[in-house]
């Protein structure tokens, strides 16, 4: 479980890395069908979650634009839409100031720990990343595990599984 501290106040509130990358995949997919937010209905995020019950998945593609920076090498994170409410919080685990930047800096962690044995016993492989230079972009695939419970009022709530230690 690869447990994180989310930042008091934030928009993105799941106590483990999973589950913020799964919150924000979605989030971003709500932000793209917002016509005010989105006129050209662009699409830098995508995603499908598949119901079987003992696989369910929330998987797609996803693409932040972003640049280096030299001296130290630092990656900056480009801005996707105007208008976004987002709030990454203080004292979290994740510190982007902007949605494109604390998203890309979670699918990197992810990435990170998925690389390393550590935390990966299982060799499991559902972020992947790579960049650009020429054109300047982030992409990469998600394969997120998650579950369904049952809520009192008769709603369900879809919730990571977490994968990694």
Do not use: H
Not at 20 to 26: C, D, G, R, S, V
Not at 84 to 107: D, I, M, N, R
């Amino acid at each position: 479980m690869a447990l994180i501290t989310p930042g008091e106040g934030g928009t993105v509130q799941a106590p483990t890395a999973e589950g913020q990358a799964f919150q924000l995949l979605q989030w971003w997919q709500l932000q793209e069908e917002n016509q005010s937010i989105n006129p050209l209905g662009e699409e830098y995020f995508t995603g499908t979650k598949s119901t079987d019950t003992n696989n369910k998945f929330f998987e797609g593609t996803w693409k932040i634009p972003g640049n280096f920076l030299p001296n130290p090498l630092t990656i900056v994170a480009g801005t996707i839409y105007q208008g976004l409410l987002f709030v990454c919080g203080t004292g979290g685990t994740f510190t982007g100031e902007s949605p494109t930047a604390y998203t890309l800096e979670v699918l990197l962690w992810l990435v990170q720990r998925e690389n390393d044995s550590n935390f990966n016993p299982d060799k499991f492989n559902y972020i992947a990343a790579k960049y650009d230079a020429n054109l300047r972009m982030w992409e990469g695939t998600f394969k997120i595990p998650y579950q369904t419970t049952l809520l009192p009022n008769g709603g369900t709530q879809d919730i990571a599984r977490t994968y990694l230690l």
